[in-house]
């Protein structure tokens, strides 16, 4: 592999590496807050009392969605 | 349930168990694989394979009750016992274990330390919270309630498998997941453990996506977290315990791919017994397919475009008109034992693959009955009251519904993915672009891409347009999976921190993959309190208050457990819950609308030989409602007897 192959090789490496920051960072929106939130639920469970239910606030999590026809 | 009579359920349990997985094995030694990875998917297919034929013949012959099961078991244990050859098959068993171990510790050997660690952790993880779900919560997925686990339902109680009356005709759709479903339910008679009948298939799915993997030459460490990160999408974990098909269709999608790409490669010319394997198990597979949801026939034609591009367009007729001479020679080397059993066995996928749609159209002129079949604006299929489509404007509304998914920005994921894809962060924030790199660096790639590229577009053509249509494509994010293990293949050592940076994204995605679906972001914690205050026999599908009408409450909870209790509801009501935890409940439809007046009700349920009529919002036509209600008001032959639940007055 030549040098100009292998810096090529190393840019798309880390090309590739940025770019899937970029699109974590993307998705992050809102998922990251839906991704945790189960997890504060699990903690409350185990530990009662503990966390407050902010269940109320995020009501979509709890609304029926009806038939899946 | 006294613990005596739990005791006996399982140890009939058990003994099928142990008479099914005899049974796979002795077949898949006659079927020799050649690399470990495809060997534990035939073993894992055959036992799914021969656990749905073995209850569904069974069904048929109406001996769907623990105590004749055990005994066919144990007389077919007995059996395998006594011929000489069969037992010298299975007496390789111990043999066979320790090579599989071998294999095991090898694979596990080869993975660096931080991937041993992570996935030790990842594995542990999922098992608790799979045991945790199953455990904890009933059947709570709208379709399941519907049609699946009706079926599995009235099965059970009947002990047999047949049609019956309700205005639910989904119950005609094929069905060899129920059977397999059934499997759960049949021996402690109780659905306790039912949402564990995914399990098999999310396994055989992983193992899927690994043998594939390393059919497109991918390292051990890189497949490993290839079929990791396929086992984390949300989408999958999620549907794997909510009591549906679309999980097994995608193990089965990805199975045949890995037997394809198995068979496009180069690296089988020597045994020609291996040829003939890899083809027999894909019958077998495209056929357990064919009998458990139809659009696994949507998905073909990706899979057919992969297998021709696979070994380059030009060599594509030769390469496989070897690979059948190939597996013709492997057939007339086996002795004629061999060959009456792999033939009982294709038998037995032909059997599995058709008879829901022979079935249907003896009995309704219709094999795809209740759904009647429409190209453009032309009616192939005539009959049954829903219409499966395929046209162009499906395709547009259907693209544009994924457009609108994409990213999963709309909110949380949820089993029925009404507002996103459930894809998750590993195929957002890595397989993008692993799948870009995969397409511009691999030609061997290309064609695998491709196919899943058509197998959605054909898919895209037929579904119904519907906010819970993404449920069908949960194979898709295994391309995503395939390209980050060809992906890690180039990645170089150093420097060192490009290694670390990936490994620390991989392990991100796939711990928030998991973190996302502890829960069914449905189930709040008060409806998980709700049923974990109740013992395990206690919790019922009517108890759940998710999606749940108070009136099925109330049916449980004052209906007439030990009589026969009628009931009205629509073609996409709740009848599942009805039926209670432990199917005790029997049922009876009545056919009433809003025209008949009160004699006439009364007059259908004394015909159908109940003196109750269950009826609930949402679920029963309004004017029914309004019509018994009036009824029970105007106190001559009805009366409430608690809230959805009508009584014939005895008085009366």
């Known amino acids: 592999m030549s040098p100009a192959e292998r810096a090529l090789s190393k840019l798309e ?53 009806g038939s899946a026809g | 349930m006294s613990a005596l009579e739990l005791a006996l359920r399982v140890g009939a349990w058990s003994i099928c168990t142990v008479f099914v997985l005899a049974m796979a094995y002795l077949f898949h030694r006659q079927l020799p694989m050649g690399r470990p990875a495809l060997s534990a998917i035939s073993l894992m297919v055959l036992s799914i394979f021969l656990t749905t034929l073995f209850l569904f013949l069974a069904g048929l012959l109406g001996l769907l009750r623990p105590g004749p099961l055990a005994a066919i078991g144990a007389g077919g244990l007995a059996l395998m016992a006594a011929i000489p050859s069969w037992r010298a098959s299975l007496l390789q068993v111990p043999r066979d274990f320790g090579a599989l171990v071998h294999h095991l510790r090898a694979l596990w050997g080869s993975l660096p330390g931080w991937l041993r660690a992570f996935s030790a952790a990842a594995i542990l993880i999922s098992l608790l919270r799979f045991a945790f779900l199953v455990w904890a919560l009933p059947p709570f997925v709208w379709d399941s309630l519907t049609y699946h686990l009706t079926n599995v339902a009235h099965w059970t109680q009947a002990g047999k498998i047949e049609l019956f009356d309700t205005p639910i005709l989904r119950i005609y759709t094929p069905a060899n997941y129920e059977v397999l479903a059934a499997w759960f339910t049949v021996f402690l008679h109780h659905d306790a453990v039912v949402e564990a009948a995914g399990i098999p298939v999310y396994l055989l799915a992983a193992i899927a996506v690994y043998a594939g993997a390393r059919s497109l030459g991918c390292s051990r460490p890189g497949s490993w977290m290839g079929a990791m990160a396929y086992a984390s999408t949300p989408a999958l974990l999620l549907a794997t315990t909510g009591t549906k098909n679309d999980p097994h269709i995608a193990a089965y999608y990805l199975t045949s791919l890995a037997l394809l790409l198995d068979l496009a490669g180069k690296r089988r010319a020597a045994d020609p017994r291996h040829s003939l394997s890899s083809f027999i198990l894909l019958a077998v597979t495209l056929l357990l397919a064919a009998g458990t949801k139809a659009y696994i026939a949507h998905l073909l034609p990706g899979l057919a475009a992969m297998a021709l591009l696979a070994p380059g367009i030009r060599r594509a007729l030769p390469h496989w008109r070897g690979r059948l001479a190939q597996a013709a020679q492997g057939w007339r080397s086996l002795g004629a034992w061999s060959r009456r059993s792999l033939a009982l066995l294709l038998l037995g996928g032909v059997l599995l693959g058709g008879y829901w749609n022979v079935r249907n159209w003896v009995v309704t002129g219709n094999p795809f009955y209740p759904y009647g079949v429409t190209i453009g604006s032309a009616r192939v299929i005539s009959g049954g009251e829903r219409t499966a489509r395929l046209n162009l404007a499906r395709l547009a509304d259907n693209l544009e519904s994924l457009a609108d998914k994409f990213g999963d920005a709309a909110g949380p994921i949820e089993p029925d993915l009404p507002e996103t894809t459930g894809w998750g962060w590993f195929f ?129 909870l004052f209906g007439p457990a030990d009589e026969l209790l009628g009931y009205n509801v629509g073609d996409n009501g709740f009848v599942y819950p009805l039926f209670r935890a432990d199917y005790r409940q029997r049922l009876i439809y009545i056919p009433v609308s809003g025209a008949d007046d009160c004699g006439s009700i009364a007059a259908h349920m004394r015909q159908h030989g109940t003196d109750y009529l269950f009826v609930a919002e949402g679920h029963t036509s309004g004017e029914v409602i309004q019509q018994v209600r009036d009824c029970a008001q105007d106190g001559g032959l009805m009366m409430e007897e608690s809230r959805g639940l009508y009584v014939i007055d005895a008085g009366s």
């Open chain 1, 13 to 65: 490496i880390w090309g590739l590496l940025a770019a899937s920051a970029l699109l974590m960072a993307w998705y992050a929106y809102p998922q990251f807050i839906f991704s945790l939130y189960p997890l504060y639920e699990l903690v409350r469970l185990l530990l009662p009392g503990l966390l407050p239910d902010v269940a109320p606030a995020a009501s979509s999590m709890t609304a029926p969605t």
């Open chain 2, 428 to 556: 957002y924030g890595l397989g993008l672009a692993a799948i870009l790199y995969a397409c511009l660096t691999r030609s061997g790639f290309r064609p695998l891409a491709l196919g899943f590229l058509l197998s959605l577009l054909v898919l895209m053509l037929s579904i119904r347009p519907s906010p819970f249509n993404l449920r069908y494509l949960l194979w898709f994010p295994a391309v995503a999976c395939l390209a980050y293990a060809c992906w890690l293949e180039d990645l170089p050592s150093h420097p060192r921190v490009i290694p670390v940076a990936a490994a620390a994204m991989f392990c991100a995605a796939l711990a928030l993959n998991l973190a996302t679906t502890l829960n069914y972001n449905r189930v709040s914690l008060d409806r998980f309190g709700l049923m974990l205050e109740r013992p395990l026999w206690e919790r019922q599908a009517a108890l759940l208050k998710l999606n749940m009408p108070p009136e099925y409450e109330h049916a449980i």
